[in-house]
T-cell receptor, first 115, second 114 residues
Framework: AQSVAQPEDQVNVAEGNPLTVKCTYS??????LFWYVQYPNRGLQFLLK??????LVKGSYGFEAEFNKSQTSFHLKKPSALVSDSALYFC?????????????FGRGTSLIVHP | EPEVTQTPSHQVTQMGQEVILRCVPI?????FYWYRQILGQKVEFLVS????????KSEIFDDQFSVERPDGSNFTLKIRSTKLEDSAMYFC????????????FGSGTQLSVL
């Protein structure tokens, strides 16, 4: 069965500093990996995905994520955080074939960017 | 960008009552999902729906739950006899048919069972 771990409930960072939100996964085969963001009173919004190709993928709002197969990780990064980046971030994984196509989500990491 | 719409945004009900949560997926999407998130916990998969039938469901989705797409536009989740532990945020999502395509989520219905 596939699973996702987001080891940090909360990440605090000062505006202008780089941020990292961690995600590790477990899945059979090569994974499809996603990051979603949830702003208050809104649904989850897609940020970026990795399916194949370059391990560094770029997404919305200046975010990027690096796929590391040996560490089974897909950490979300941004070089310079903004206060408006404060939100709940969810990592998700699904196998590419042969079983459930349903994305499995982590518990979410609350990112707080301080002015 | 197109949106998935969920109503109501908040629902308060008494234990044992039936509730229906409503969703309008994006019009040309083919796959529909319900997820829920209990406060402080993971976003949990409940059920997926494709071609007018359930394609997959989780252990959470027991006989008290049902889904329906009654008119080609709405997608509903019914809980027949609510329990306290059903209190959660329920998210509807939809997806087109391309491989690896992202899910589009609604803003959720906060269900409180008293």
């Amino acid at each position: 069965a596939q699973s996702v771990a987001q080891p940090e409930d909360q990440v605090n960072v000062a505006e202008g500093n780089p941020l990292t939100v961690k995600c590790t996964y477990s899945v059979s085969g090569n994974p499809y990996l996603f990051w979603y963001v949830q702003y208050p009173n809104r649904g989850l919004q897609f940020l970026l995905k990795y399916i194949t190709g370059d391990n560094l993928v770029k997404g919305s709002y200046g975010f990027e994520a690096e796929f590391n197969k040996s560490q089974t990780s897909f950490h979300l990064k941004k070089p310079s955080a903004l206060v408006s980046d404060s939100a709940l971030y969810f990592c998700a994984v699904r196998p590419p074939s042969g079983g459930s196509y349903i994305p499995t989500f982590g518990r979410g990491t609350s990112l707080i960017v301080h002015p | 960008e197109p949106e998935v719409t969920q109503t109501p945004s908040h629902q308060v009900t008494q234990m044992g009552q039936e509730v229906i949560l409503r969703c309008v997926p994006i019009s040309n999407h083919l796959y529909f999902y319900w997820y829920r998130q209990i406060l402080g916990q993971k976003v949990e998969f409940l059920v997926s729906f494709y071609n007018n039938e359930i394609s997959e469901k989780s252990e959470i989705f027991d006989d008290q739950f049902s889904v329906e797409r009654p008119d080609g536009s709405n997608f509903t989740l019914k809980i027949r006899s609510t329990k306290l532990e059903d209190s959660a945020m329920y998210f509807c999502a939809s997806k087109g048919d391309r491989v690896g395509e992202k899910l589009f989520f609604g803003s959720g219905t906060q269900l409180s069972v008293l």
